[in-house]
């Protein structure tokens, strides 16, 4: 592995500083994504340096604001496990934060990792989705459904760093996610559901995270079975190494059934 | 750089550039070979270590990021003496070790636990472990071995 210079910054001024100076340079956090890629020499481009976040004050911590819960971007999965706050106003999240690996990644994985890697079976992103989560960052708010552009794109640009996450209180959301096994699974199909209003959000069953909109559109109008006959069409799914098409289709269908139930 | 930790109650210092993965300057630099490599993506836990008393994934940890802070591997984990841990010694008597790759992360998982955890159920012993792959599938003896410490 060539070698790739590691810069700590102590404060979040002095980080998005650095990471729009450095040519080359790779947000870290927990790293259990990027600490793999990088030894694996698989990053493209090529990493010249990472720019540590773990560490910094104002990118932790869960906290109640104004109607809403913001998560820092380097909390980590445990931290946000443990929290009460967490617990009572966002429990679907804690719920996905649970499936995602075990002991070792949920005290290592982030939200703003989860965010700007962008795969389409990240498991807390059809959750952001059904709570109409906003990513803050250094310089604007980002409405969750805007984020996700194409295959593990963001709307981010090249010197933008993810913040926090803020997640209005008050809404009713389901988790499911379907993988291999219970513990160290990636998903399948993950989905997340609120009624009112209506958000049908769903991972690893297209390029992106996405929302069915025509299944949304069908629950506004209460209408269930038209929801499961839609999200048919709101969704495409690829046969891959970890299921196929098929499968997935089969899959969200009932899962959603299931969540609506 | 140099970093500055702790490593099982030893304060080490090491030159080393800080994007290396903790798991290579452990085994190559300190000498700390109990910590095995397995997949090194972050999915088999043959590598875990605590830093501040959480099991991570040693192979996703750049060592820089473990300056300032506390490491425990599993050299760490019987008395300076040399006298096993209660844990250790029951992962000899139920037999919990076959191959002995998963044995050093699957001990500090377990450890993390009992100190975590009053009276961890079963199912609690499994949730703990789940990050930690047995190639030889031994799982039985090795819940036995935890459950066993459990008072």
Known sequence: MRDVTYLRPKTLKDAVQLYGTTPGCRPLAGGTDLMVMLHAGTLRPAARAVLDLWSLPELKGVRRAHGLLEIGAAESYTGIIRSRDAQEHVPALVAAARTIGAAQIQNRGTLGGNLANASPAGDTL??????????????????????????????????????????????????????????????????????????????????????????????????????LAAVRQDIRPIDDVRSTAAYRHAVSQNVLRELLA | MTVRF????????????????????????????????????????????????????????????????????????????????????????YGAAQCGICTPGMLLAAHVLLQRTTRPSVDSVREGLAGNLCRCTGYTKIIEAVLSCVT
């Open chain 1, 126 to 227: 059809p959750v952001l989705l059904a709570y109409d989560a906003v990513v803050v960052t250094d310089r604007r708010a980002i409405p969750i459904e805007q984020f996700f552009p194409g295959y593990r794109r963001t709307a981010l640009q090249p010197d933008e760093l993810i913040v926090s996450v803020r997640i209005p209180f008050g809404r009713q959301v389901a988790f499911r996610k379907v993988g291999t096994r219970a513990a160290q699974a990636i998903s399948k199909v993950v989905m997340a559901v609120s009624r009112h209003p209506a958000r049908i959000a769903i991972g690893s069953v297209a390029e992106v995270p996405l929302r069915a909109r025509r299944a949304e559109a069908a629950l506004d109008r209460n209408d269930v079975e038209g929801a």
């Open chain 2, 6 to 93: 702790t490593l099982n109650g030893v304060p080490v210092s090491i030159e080393s550039s800080g994007s290396r993965r903790l798991l290579d300057v452990l085994r190559e630099d300190l000498g700390k070979t109990g910590t095995k490599e397995g997949c090194g993506e972050g999915e088999c836990g043959a590598c875990s270590v605590l830093i501040d008393g959480d099991v991570v994934d040693s192979c996703l940890v750049a060592v820089g990021q473990v300056e300032g802070r506390n490491v425990l591997t599993v050299e760490g984990l019987a008395a300076p003496n040399g006298e096993l841990s209660r844990l250790q010694q029951a992962f000899i008597e």
